[in-house]
């Protein structure tokens, strides 16, 4: 892994865990399925239109297309809807924490499935899942929401899902158009519940209308180009490596930008994830390289 790529997996760890702060920002001022609709609307169409003008078009075939549609469908609309609906209710470091499960997950079920993870794959799931356990047993102790926290365990879920699913995609080339279509299926999942349970009136606030910009293009478009260019350099195995910073991105721009306060536990508590999805990466990266 040469030094740019190392550059490019932190910069996308980083946009990609400063998600969780701006779109804290966003649905403490605007109704969350509302306003995710919005979001995936216009980052779909800028996708489409960016990928347009590479002459990328739409080829998925009937196999693709279904695989596209649960991915839509799955980490657009369930998990990011429903982590929008959560940060009403809960913290934003604590919603990115929640999240960087996902990894351990979907490492998890791949070895139920029988991909080969080894001593250290298995002893990084457990050490992961006893740091998310960790930092959820002293939150839940403090009182927080336990709605928002089920929003967030369904969310993460489905993520799993979505990226289990993902491997049946073949983006033939057409990668930036693909994700423009699935953050367009997202929006129109989101925008039924939206218009039957939301109010869809607010104020643009500057704070409102920043976060949602950035939001739009940091993470949605900027943070998934970067991503494809670096699975593209080094493969999808050592670039998921990355993963292990987003709980500690999370929390710190949380901290920084929010002031949201961490605990000596959380402080734990997140180390130990780091070291858990680093370990599972790391051994799924060595067992493909020996398979």
Known sequence: MDIKAI??????????SSAFTSARIIVLQAPPLTISALRFL????????????????????????????????CQN??????????????????A???????????????????ERVGWLGWAGLCTGFAGVALIMG?????????????LCLIGVTALAIATLAVRATS???????????QMMIGSAALAVPALLLEVQSFTWTGSLAGAFAYTVIMPGIVATIIWFL??????????????????????LIAA????????????????????????????????????
Request: hydrophobic letters at 55%.
């Open 7 to 16: 550059v490019m997996g932190f910069v996308f760890a980083l946009i990609w």
């Open 42 to 73: 216009l980052a779909g169409l800028l996708c489409m239109g960016i990928a347009y003008l590479m002459g990328q078009r739409i080829r998925p075939d009937r196999r693709n297309w279904g695989a596209v549609a649960i991915f839509g469908i």
């Open 77 to 94: 609309a369930l998990y990011l809807g429903l982590f929008f609906m959560a940060m009403q209710r809960i913290e934003a470091s604590l």
């Open 96 to 114: 990115s924490i929640i999240a960087s499960a996902v990894p351990l997950i979907v490492g998890l079920v791949s070895a139920l499935q029988g």
């Open 138 to 150: 002293a939150r839940l102790s403090g009182g927080v929401d336990l709605v928002g926290i089920l």
């Open 171 to 181: 983006s033939k080339g057409n990668v930036l158009m693909v994700v423009g279509v």
């Open 230 to 251: 670096l699975v593209e350099r080094i493969g999808a195995t050592r670039a998921s490596t990355f993963h292990f910073l987003n709980p500690f991105f999370g929390v």
């Open 256 to 291: 920084v930008i929010l002031n949201e306060t961490l605990s000596r536990t959380d402080v734990i508590g997140v180390v130990i994830v780091m070291a858990g999805i680093l370990a599972v990466q790391s051994s799924r990266a060595g067992a493909r390289r020996n398979g």
